[in-house]
Nanobody, 125 residues
Framework: QVQLVESGGGLVQPGGSLRLSCEASGRTARNYPMGWFRQAPGKEREFVAA????????YYADVAKGRFTISREGEDLTWLLQMRNLKPEDTAVYYC??????????????????WGQGTQVTVSS
């Protein structure tokens, strides 16, 4: 079992920044692919960004390119999503996920085995 806990969400004005964190515990998840997804009300879960098993290869959805940065914090079981120049359409619940197979980065929700509970990001003036 892997437990994932997201944090760092909140209310921010358009153009602002937020840094989301995803902490893992339980079964060692350090060398597994990891991803960030989001889900807005009435919409399907959407891929945002992913990181390969060794944290060397990131992959971004078009909506995230140039604005978001995914990373792993050292050797800790903590992944980060730095979000800049946020827009109202970025408003959603953001989820982190870990896959137990594959090298990654992975962009499909079905490829992931464990999910966090989500953290709300609201971009509004």
């Amino acid at each position: 079992q892997v437990q994932l806990v997201e944090s760092g969400g909140g209310l921010v004005q358009p153009g602002g920044s937020l840094r989301l964190s995803c902490e893992a515990s339980g079964r060692t998840a350090r060398n597994y692919p990891m991803g960030w997804f989001r889900q807005a009300p009435g919409k399907e879960r959407e891929f945002v960004a992913a990181l390969s098993w060794n944290a060397r290869t990131p992959y971004y959805a078009d909506v995230a390119k140039g604005r978001f940065t995914i990373s792993r914090e050292g050797e800790d079981l903590t992944w980060l999503l730095q979000m800049r120049n946020l827009k109202p359409e970025d408003t959603a619940v953001y989820y982190c996920a870990v896959a137990l197979t594959g090298w990654g980065p992975l962009s499909l929700p079905d490829e992931y085995n464990y999910w966090g509970q989500g953290t709300q990001v609201t971009v509004s003036s």
